[in-house]
């Protein structure tokens, strides 16, 4: 029996963060109009929460399914257990938001792409993000138009840019939870009854 692939598999989930952004910039145009006038900063907490569950929960399902669906297959001696696998794919998936994190950092040092950068990087290509970017580079142009992402600390830039790690760790304990068959969703939702 041939697994699939884990750069295919990598590519499969990656099309579910590409759908998950589009909905993430929904959300942020929707929860900016909301909290713009009297309390910007609850809408970028609120924002940040929102938008991490739903882009998250386009990388967990299909992980978590591929760790059940090979425990089965070990437990059979159809293939070898692989429990880093999720880390693996994880890795793979991360790859495109870390190269957007690098146009963070290249838009902070070199001045003449800062503004440039400022308005790609944080307003457009990161939306699964933008609340956290609110926070650490307070919105960009509201206070000074003539701002750009140069003129923040650099640990403010750097902490975005290390946001892809989440993904690596979400697509890791995806899997071994599968892997082990530990639903969080039976653990969220579903109450034992013997409790009561």
Known sequence: MKRKSVFMLALRTFGGCLLSC???????ISILTIFAEFSP?????IMQIITAILFFSF????LWLEGDRDRNFVSFGRIEPDLYRGFKVGGILSIPFFLLGIMGIV??????LSAWMTILYCRFLTPQKFGLMGLLIPPLGEKDTSMVISDYPFINILIPVLTPVLIIAVAGGAYLLGYHRISLQEKIIFVNKKKK
């Open 22 to 28: 589009i909905m993430c910039f929904i959300v942020d």
């Open 41 to 45: 900063t609850a809408g970028y907490v």
């Open 59 to 62: 990388i967990y399902p299909p």
């Open 107 to 112: 838009g902070y040092f070199v001045k003449d």
